[in-house]
């Protein structure tokens, strides 16, 4: 059962542009919302998070919108660069028994970044 | 600091044979998680270890998957009788604390082929 949605698989932009990632969920007990940035032969890496009671995070050129209501998540990229250019996986989490907590991920999207 | 370790990187192996995958997370993370990734989809969950035991295994796909962490430290995953579909990547991920939205490390992971 595929929890968290992510669209598209793949996207290809002109630099200086802005890829848009977005994701979905259903289980409405997840409570925070991580992107992962991932290059080949390397582990992903945290980039920025967001927690339901915002709807609204930026870090750098990194920006999260959540719509709680909606179930739904994305990424904006702005000013996209050359070296943005990686597989993006949206995630979630919620807290399970004891001390539990594990992330969701979705299927990942593939960012090109022309130069 | 070092971050988050996984040796082999790489391991080839005939169906039916044992693996085991070592994992040295970040110095003083209590928590660790076992993550699989098949080519072209996100990490999915495979068991969590806060301090040597094992807080949840929901994830692990049958009985022939295991894993320990005996001191708290080093964990290794271990497959018994090995499968062409467990051909994947395995990523391990710490944190400074299971419960709390602390952030997962991951390593670069170990790819796995089974011929």
């Known amino acids: 059962q595929q929890q968290v949605k992510q669209s598209p698989q793949s996207l290809i932009v002109q630099k200086g542009g802005i890829p848009i990632i977005n994701c979905a969920y259903e289980n409405t007990a997840f409570d925070y919302f991580p992107w992962y940035q991932q290059f080949p032969g390397k582990g992903p890496a945290l980039l920025i998070a967001?927690?339901?009671?915002?709807s609204e995070k930026k870090e750098g050129r990194f920006t999260i919108s959540f719509n709680k209501s909606a179930k739904q998540f994305s990424l904006h990229i702005m000013d996209s660069q050359p070296g943005d250019s990686a597989t993006y996986f949206c995630a979630a989490s919620a807290l399970l028994s004891g001390s539990a907590r594990q992330l969701t991920f979705g299927s990942g999207t593939q960012l090109t970044v022309l130069p | 600091g070092a971050g988050v370790s996984q040796t082999p990187s790489n391991k080839v192996t005939e169906k039916g044979k044992y693996v085991e995958l070592r994992c040295d997370p970040i110095?003083?993370?209590?928590?660790l998680y076992w993550y699989r990734q098949s080519l072209g989809q996100g990490p999915e969950f495979l068991i969590y270890f806060q301090g040597t035991g094992a807080a949840d295994d929901s994830g692990l796909p049958n009985d022939r998957f295991f894993a320990v962490r005996p001191e708290g430290s080093v964990s290794t995953l271990k497959i018994q009788r090995t499968e062409r579909g467990d051909s994947a990547v395995y990523l391990c991920?710490?944190?400074?604390?299971?419960?709390?939205?602390?952030?997962?490390?991951f390593g670069p992971g170990t790819r796995l082929t089974v011929l």
């Open positions: 991920a710490s944190s400074s604390a299971g419960g709390g939205y602390n952030e997962q490390f």
């Open positions: 110095s003083g993370h209590t928590a």
């Open positions: 967001i927690r339901p009671d915002v």
